[in-house]
């Protein structure tokens, strides 16, 4: 018996060490980075200042901020919009399709996310696929400037990270209930009705949850900008990479950090709000 | 209708596939920097063989993931099994910085994992990088598995326990056995993110241990490398082979 | 079981780094041909790794994290070698062990930023100025750094991914220094670069050449020899020295403060400074070779071309980046504004 107590006690011990090392003080160490002193031989002079964040949100940098997160936005529309269809057919597909299809979109994982952007500017550059595609079907006469532009880290962002935002709603969409709509319908419940009380509170955690594993990632995959926008797109992404590897302004970098760290809670808490509200009273399942 | 939908799957996987496809296609083109194509050619993958750097490269990724992949699954599951067995004052904590953390964007995840070490005074290397990788994969490891542990019955548990089994003979004899499926999608998961990962990757190691996205970073940077496309190639066959392995292997087991 | 194999891999792994004699390089990219490395390979044993970098800041920001650890050899360009040297990252060379050093042009040594040499020697040396392609009819005209301004460049224009390379344009334009200190002249010099950002269709430090060579860009502004190698892929290619000026520079070997293989990372600069060695790496990559004797063994075409070997009075427009000290901040400000636009 007292063996078990050791081992127990040994598990309980490894578990919190773990985590605290790895889990918090990580993080509380970037937020104590984000509020010190910059200093131009060292990376860091410690103190206590806010000026890091009254920097980002100055101008310049307020501006790449806000311009990457509209493009990361962007991003996250367009993958839910190709993605929600896709999950929805594969929630009503019989079960060998299914697990066919789920085998099919996890696959390209399997390489790395840099050879797969690399991969697509194999197929935008000027004498790439698309082009060809394109000048064949006499649908242009002059190749299409793809290569390096925004709309490139677009579609390099929303290439990468679709998978992300399909298996969540397909996730969600499985676990819901077609009798429940069937009922609501029957008890007279309109189109509409049934998408906004029924539906949509119970797919909405799996939305919420595709949306931040594809808008956070879009807001920090500084290759996918480096490789396909020809360095010009900056990402929040590549202004961390740059503060800390390139300028060496940590506290600059850190304070950006955790600006998106903010931003993932803010996502987080209100997908607990959607899940408990499935959980309570009258979403009762 | 029926038509319409078949057609949409197709054109998602086609937008999924398509690039990959170019890629192994190209692998075997004779020409060196165009996009024409100038006959078929195993050139590559003999100039594949000779590239050693790129070879230890990926071989180097694959030793990352495995080894982070194993660890991450044995601590996930130490963790997952923890937190649903015993109550002990910071479990919920343990659950939400889990949750919190399998969330972290990369990069967030990347910088402060490297301000940790430099603190620590670790140099940056093989063993960091291990480091990095569990961190990233074991909470889906432990929610994985976690959620598995949720799901059965403790009747088995109680049966146990009433036939004298104590905490490590439950653990051994009863819990494993019954969430091997989830831990091996636990392993095979975080073999997945970390041969995957570019970001983490590329702050936490250092010059002596180089991985294949950061070798194929300064490559691609450089225009054009038909080499590249052979390896992926590869790659890409072995991994889904593995793949589709694990699957039969699953199938079976249920 | 699978554990037991796993260890037996890592231990593998492990005693194969530590068994051979490695040198690790970090060096600019496309700057060292592969070859070199497996013959010095080949003649002493020592294996090399070289990981790339491209840019100054990224090199020196990578180092220092390291606590300059980890590289034995490094590649810094004029400015940094001072700046490195001034915080101690890079340990004093040993003479003594480079028996080569007599090839190198005395012109290019005892330079400011290392006047004895003590804790570098040149590498290559280069200058960064404009290659046109001549079939884009308006890429033709292009002759001065002033014609990059031009509106109907939009879309056609590369420019290096470098803070000091891109500002310097427009401080030569207003016929200022590349080195100009004074923050408000610094300002006004960011104020003209939206109107050539404008045309920029990518910032390139690793490869520019590319770009050109695919037509994705008809002007760019690069380093003398990715210039050359692209002007003998495509002759339509031609390389100008801009009347306002442009930016020399010397790339150094140096070592690293706490480097592990001192003892391997001389024998490796004193093969690179073997003339027949350089005579081979500057055919390839076709900048300056700082090796008298090997100039002698290259290419006559690579010798005789003004490209690689510009004539006296092209050289003396040019002129070197030094270390800016605190002005840094004012440029990295501005940098950071063209990047963002």
Redesign the interface.
Known sequence: MRRDGLFRRLVIAATVVWMAVFGVVPNLLVLGASVSHPSPTTFLSPGFTLGNYALLLDGIHAQILFSSLKLSAAVTAICFGLAYPFAALLARAGRRTRHVLLVLVVIPFWTNSLVRTYAMTVLLNTSGLVNRVLFALGLIDAPLTLLYTTGAVVAGLVYTLLPFMILPLYAALDRFDPRLEEAARDLGAGRFQVLWYIKLPLVLPGIITGCMLVFLPGLGMFYVADVLGGAKTMLVGNFIRDQFLVTRQWPLGAAASTLLTMIMIVLLLIYWWSQRRIHEGKLDV | MKWL?RI??AM??G??????A??VV?SFNASR????WKGFSGEWYLQLWN?T?LLTAALN?L?VA??SA?LSTV?GT??A???TR?R?P?RRV?GA?????M???????A??????F??LGL??G?GTLV?AH??LC?PFVAIVVQGKLHGFDPVFIEAARDLGA????V?RYIVVPLVTPAVLAGWLLSF?LS?????IS??TT???F?V???R???M?????KPE?NAL?TI??AI??LA?IIA?RVFKEEK | MMLRWLMVLIALLVSSSVLAAELYVYNWSEYMPDRILRDFQKETGIKVHMSTYDSNEAMYAKVKLLGAKGYDIVVPSTDYVARMIREGLLQPLDKSKLTNLHNLDPRLLGQSFDPTNTYSVPYMWGSTAIAINTQDPVAAQVRSLADLWKPELQGKLLLPNDMRGVIGLALKRMGRSLNERDPAVVAQACDLLPDVVRNVRLFDSDSPKQALLNREVAVAVLWNGEAFIASRENPAIQYIYPPEGFSLWIDNLCIPKNARNVEAAHRFIDYLLRPEVAARIAEEFTYSSPNIPARALLDPKVQASPVVYPPDDVLARGEFETDLGPATAAYEQCWMRIKTK
């Open positions: 939908r949409y799957i998602v996987l937008f999924l596939y398509i690039p990959l170019v890629m190209y920097f165009s996009m024409d590239n750097g990724s030793v495995v080894v194993t601590l130490l963790i099994f923890t937190l015993w002990f910071s343990i910085t889990l949750f919190v953390m969330m972290s964007p990369d990069i967030v995840i910088i402060s994992l490297l301000v940790l430099m603190l140099p940056l093989f480091l569990v961190t074991l104590g905490d490590f003979a653990f997945t041969l995957d990962d570019v970001v590329f702050f250092g010059p002596t180089e294949l996205p950061l194929i970073y300064s691609v940077r450089l225009g054009f590249i992926c790659m890409m991994t889904s793949v699957y």
